[in-house]
């Protein structure tokens, strides 16, 4: 997926409650062999492997396509991905806000393992990130 359709679908998606990436943040990102997307236009997911850990950079979905399970997919074609390349751990952060996030990565195992104060800047304020761990041996 092209840069520019990365960074349409990321401000769509967050629409104004944080700022969304630019597309050349998403080149730059994407010119790393340790970076791959995964999805389509409706839904898509960043990873980065660093040895023998991934960390999901973004998982977005189109406000027009949520609710039909297609996070829980991306989500699960990171986890496939990270295992394929021989990860044992990966890691992520979301906003302390983002409720359905948090319960879509606890129902599929990551853990709570610590939390970063004020990390999100939104129209409010400052809001912060919990960092989330699965282990996959």
Not at 5 to 17: E, K, N, V, W
Not at 32 to 57: H, I, M, N, T, Y
Request: hydrophobic fraction near 45%.
């Amino acid at each position: 997926m092209a840069p520019e359709i990365l960074a349409a679908l990321h401000l769509r998606a967050f629409d104004g409650q944080r700022r969304a990436w630019k597309a050349p943040e998403f080149a730059q990102l994407l010119s790393s062999p340790q970076v791959w997307v995964f999805g389509d236009e409706k839904a898509f997911g960043l990873g980065r492997v660093v040895v023998d850990e991934a960390e999901l950079l973004t998982l977005v979905c189109d406000p027009d396509h949520r609710r039909k399970g297609l996070a829980r997919d991306r989500l699960g074609r990171f986890e496939s991905e990270a295992a394929h390349r021989g990860v044992d751990r990966l890691f992520l952060e979301v906003s302390s806000d983002n409720h359905a996030a948090l319960c879509l990565y606890a129902s599929a195992d990551f853990a709570k393992i610590g939390r970063r104060a004020g990390y999100y800047k939104n129209p409010h304020g400052r809001v912060d990130a919990i960092v989330m761990e699965k282990r996959l041996t």
